[in-house]
């Protein structure tokens, strides 16, 4: 049974190596002072990010990050789902579809007007169960 509930401080320990994990995937290095700001804005439940994670039998399996913003396109807001990752060793037991529902719910909570996410062009498996959950777009990203 794979539970779904909010990062919370205990979840420190456990949450480090999905991070790290989830950053190598993506083949990027942040900064320690980066990485703990993250987290302190994870489980501040004032702030702007929110995170969850999946866990099961007091291990970590994953976890998602997202944000409701404005948008110049609806009354609602939007909501972005910034970042996914799942232990490798639980990849393909519903863990990233358990945690995108999720997300799901807490945007129909909030009676956002979509939810959107970005993705690497090489990330196969990701993108195989993306297109399970959600449309793809036409959108191409450009960033300086």
């Known amino acids: 049974m794979i539970a779904i509930r909010p990062l919370v401080s205990a979840d420190r320990g456990l949450w480090n190596p999905l991070w790290q994990g989830y950053l190598r995937f993506y083949r990027h290095h942040l900064p320690e002072e980066v990485t703990e700001a993250t987290f302190a804005r ?37 909501c972005y789902l910034e970042d996914l990752y799942v232990d490798p060793a639980a990849r393909g037991g519903g863990v990233g579809g358990a945690l995108i529902r999720a997300v799901y719910t807490a945007a129909d909570r909030a009676k ?33």
């Open 112 to 144: 956002a007007s979509t939810v959107y996410w970005l993705t690497q062009e090489f990330n196969a498996d990701g993108r195989a169960l993306y297109d399970t959950l959600a449309r793809r777009t036409s959108f191409i990203r450009y960033e300086r």
């Open 42 to 78: 994870l489980i501040d439940p004032k702030a702007a990010l929110h995170g969850l994670v999946a866990e099961r039998d007091a291990a970590l399996l994953g976890f998602v990050t997202y944000q409701f913003h404005p948008s110049t396109w609806s009354l609602r807001d939007s």
